[in-house]
T-cell receptor, first 117, second 111 residues
């Protein structure tokens, strides 16, 4: 099946630094990728929709200047957490839909666990 | 807006017991319905899906039927195994929008 990778899988950083998370579709092209955030023992909350070649669409309450999304190619989207603070510590998950497929199935990356000290 | 409600966990069962995890949804139009599973330390995996009313999704012994009249998509398995211990998420997707997830239900199967 389709594979989505995320890098890094785990990152620990100091408060005030910026962290970039990559999401790649390995064997398909993804016009659209989604970024979710998952708090411990809670569900996934959609943060933004990333469209190749255009600006991301952010959900209400998500600061676009805090969570920068770039979708520069059909196989790569990046999420940059700028000036990270401890409250940004979370599990970040991306997903992608196959541009050439039926658009029904989203393939999820394994997630990136961010810990801000 | 779209929403998914699933039963609170954790659900604790003995091996070979029957499993039901309830899921109901609210959506405009005719969404596709999904169950995802998240094993400890891993990412989400699609377990099964149904795209229209009365469709039954099935995989690895799990089943769920898209019930439009009750707006439900309950997950069932006749005989659970210890290896089924995980968090199960019900989700819907309308058109090409992102998935809307339920809160997740943790299943613990004891030997």
């Amino acid at each position: 099946g389709a594979v989505v990778s995320q890098h890094p899988s785990r990152v620990i950083c100091k408060s005030g630094t910026s962290v970039k998370i990559e999401c790649r579709s390995l064997d398909f092209q993804a016009t659209t990728m989604f970024w979710y955030r998952q708090f411990p023992k809670q569900s996934l909350m959609l943060m933004a929709t990333s469209n190749e070649g255009s600006k991301a669409t952010y959900e209400q309450g998500v600061e676009k200047d805090k969570f920068l999304i770039n979708h520069a190619s059909l196989t790569l989207s990046t999420l940059t957490v700028t000036s990270a603070h401890p409250e940004d510590s979370s599990f970040y998950i991306c997903s992608a839909t196959d541009s050439g497929g039926a658009q029904e199935t989203q393939y999820f990356g394994p997630g990136t666990r961010l810990l801000v000290l | 807006g779209d929403s998914v409600t699933q039963m609170e966990g954790p659900v604790t069962l003995s091996e070979e017991a029957f499993l039901t995890i309830n899921c109901t949804y609210t959506a405009t139009g005719y969404p596709s319905l999904f169950w995802y599973v998240q094993y400890p330390g891993e990412g989400l995996q699609l377990l099964l899906k149904a795209t229209k009313a009365d469709d039954k999704g099935s995989n690895k012994g799990f089943e769920a039927t898209y019930r439009k009249e009750t707006t439900s998509f309950h997950l069932e398995k006749g005989s659970v195994q210890v290896s089924d211990s995980a968090v199960y998420f019900c989700a819907l997707r309308a058109g090409r929008r992102a998935l809307t997830f339920g809160s997740g239900t943790r299943l613990q199967v004891q030997p």
